[in-house]
């Protein structure tokens, strides 16, 4: 089942996509999907809806983030051994564990705002786990029960701001660094979130290609570590890292994304996403 949100910012209705690809309106079913949608219990109500009966949604709206108001979003870096080894960091024996502000949502097809200041702004496509059930210290063999789905997700970055410190959620969480959708992909949809392709271009150039299997920690290993950490609610969100080719590691020199520029990515069975970069509108202060 691909649940969705459509509409204007801050307008968005619930919609399911119907296997014939059409967008059906949900509002008439929930007022909108939420976190305490996301439930087992609530999505297997959803999921033996005829989408046929639902009213068929018109044209091409935009798509939100597929869940309103996401509590925490969590990220996990330098998951693929070969990023880690591009960005010349060591192999972590631990998932890092940052946080992106969750003010930089935004929707599959939204602008990328390039902040006041940026020079080193960059691109990850990366898996994303939507979290259905609270987990609380929940062991690995369990830890998928705890998903309600996956989506596509791109950690946008900006890489000045990023190493500046040692805390990276400065150069993480900027408006617009955070596209997830177009879609939530249900769990049971997902055969093994550990054998999905993921890719990204730039300008129409390759420059990303990898698979979930080549996590340096899976998804159940992901869940588990986290919910040592903090307890996971219903809507959270986490990404779980990204192949590479991102435009920090490029040789000779690294590439980074400018004003007008496009980044179109993807995942096997979760759609894909398309992104403008834009100039902010707002004046560096001196």
């Known amino acids: 089942m691909k649940l969705c949100r459509y509409g204007h910012i801050g ?11 059409e967008l059906r309106d949900l509002s008439g079913v929930i007022t909108d999907l939420t976190a305490d949608q996301l439930g087992s219990d609530k999505l297997a109500a ?6 046929r009966s639902l009213p068929l949604v018109e044209g091409t709206p935009r798509l939100g983030a597929p869940v309103q108001r996401i509590g925490k979003f969590i990220a996990i870096g330098l998951n693929y051994r070969d990023h880690a ?5 060591a192999i972590p024996t631990e998932p890092i ?30 898996l994303g786990i939507l979290i259905g059930t609270q987990a609380r210290h929940v062991p690995e063999a369990d830890a998928l029960d705890y998903v309600a789905g996956y989506c596509v997700a791109n950690d946008v970055s900006e890489r000045a701001f990023q190493f500046q410190s040692s805390q990276w959620d400065k150069g993480k969480g900027c408006d617009s660094f955070g596209p997830l959708g177009p879609w939530l992909v249900t ?12 890719w990204l271009d730039v300008n129409g150039k390759r420059m990303q290609t990898g698979n979930t299997s080549k996590m340096i920690f899976n998804v159940r290993q992901i869940i588990a570590y986290c919910s040592r950490f903090m307890t996971l609610m219903p809507g959270d969100v986490i990404i779980t890292g990204t192949p590479p080719g991102v435009g920090m590691g490029l040789k000779p020199e690294p590439v980074w994304l400018k004003p007008g520029d496009v980044v179109e990515l993807g995942i096997t069975g979760l759609g894909s996403q398309r ?12």
């Open 97 to 126: 564990i940052f946080m992106k502000a969750t003010s930089c949502i935004s929707g599959h097809n939204d602008d990328i705002i390039a902040p006041a200041g940026s020079t080193k702004l960059d691109w990850e496509v990366e």
């Open 187 to 198: 769990k049971d949809e997902v055969i093994d979130p550990q054998n999905l392709d993921l």
């Open 85 to 89: 080894e591009e960005a010349g960091l």
């Open 11 to 21: 307008k968005e209705q619930p919609g399911l996509i119907g296997p014939d690809g």
């Open 46 to 51: 959803l999921a033996k809806i005829d989408p």
């Open 275 to 286: 992104q403008h970069v834009v100039a902010t509108a707002v004046a560096v202060q001196s």
